[in-house]
T-cell receptor, first 115, second 111 residues
Framework: EAGVVQSPRYKIIEKKQPVAFWCNPISGHNTLYWYLQNLGQGPELLIR????????DSQLPKDRFSAERLKGVDSTLKIQPAELGDSAVYLC?????????????FGQGTRLTVV | GENVEQHPSTLSVQEGDSAVIKCTYSDSASNYFPWYKQELGKGPQLIID?????GEKKDQRIAVTLNKTAKHFSLHITETQPEDSAVYFCASNTGGFKTIFGAGTRLFVKA
């Protein structure tokens, strides 16, 4: 069974440009997460989806970040415009239950560098 | 707000020795405590977890202990091997809505 797939693996963009990340969760997982991981730190939740509904986006900087999960499967995370401080690894994860207290499976992440 | 503190930030051990990583959580409602291992260029991978109704759990060379009164939980790796070298994250979850991660421990196992 395929794991969580993210693309691209790496992205380098100039500041003020837009960027988008894509995630395909494990088949059948109704919960999808986007995390931000800064260098030397643990993942921090940006947004959590239950099916197609964003149930927790309190940590998403909505002035420049947006996300969607159409049809409750794949998801995209967008930044527009990107800032230097957005350089980080963006991780997508999925799990099979909505309670959150079950194993989350992570993708390999997208490393974003803003120059 | 909710917080998970993890120590040490870096740990270096000789192959065959034991490694212990300790975490403290702040939210008394937390009831699920996963541990993740992250290798370079990869996403975190669950290695063991424990729920609040259990004080200890073991899986081969890895064990986790939980002290709910003190809000402490620890990861123990015995007979360490070079392939155990990675960054380890503890986390806590209140059973519903948000997993809070520690800052990570970079473990070096010297051959």
């Amino acid at each position: 069974e395929a794991g969580v797939v993210q693309s691209p693996r790496y992205k380098i963009i100039e500041k003020k440009q837009p960027v988008a990340f894509w995630c395909n969760p494990i088949s059948g997982h109704n919960t999808l997460y986007w995390y931000l991981q800064n260098l030397g730190q643990g993942p921090e939740l940006l947004i959590r989806y239950e099916n197609e509904e964003a149930v927790d986006d309190s940590q998403l900087p909505k002035d420049r970040f947006s996300a969607e999960r159409l049809k409750g499967v794949d998801s995209t995370l967008k930044i527009q415009p990107a800032e230097l401080g957005d350089s980080a690894v963006y991780l997508c994860a999925s799990s099979s239950a909505g309670t959150g207290a079950t194993e989350a499976f992570f993708g390999q992440g997208t490393r974003l560098t803003v120059v | 707000g909710e917080n998970v503190e993890q120590h040490p930030s870096t740990l270096s051990v000789q192959e065959g020795d034991s490694a212990v990583i300790k975490c403290t959580y702040s939210d008394s409602a937390s009831n699920y405590f996963p541990w993740y291992k992250q290798e370079l260029g990869k996403g975190p991978q669950l290695i063991i977890d424990i729920r609040s109704n259990v004080g200890e759990k073991k899986d081969q060379r890895i064990a986790v202990t939980l002290n709910k009164t003190a809000k402490h939980f620890s990861l123990h790796i015995t007979e360490t091997q070079p392939e155990d070298s990675a960054v380890y994250f503890c986390a806590s979850n209140t059973g519903g809505f948000k997993t809070i991660f520690g800052a990570g421990t970079r473990l070096f196992v010297k051959a």
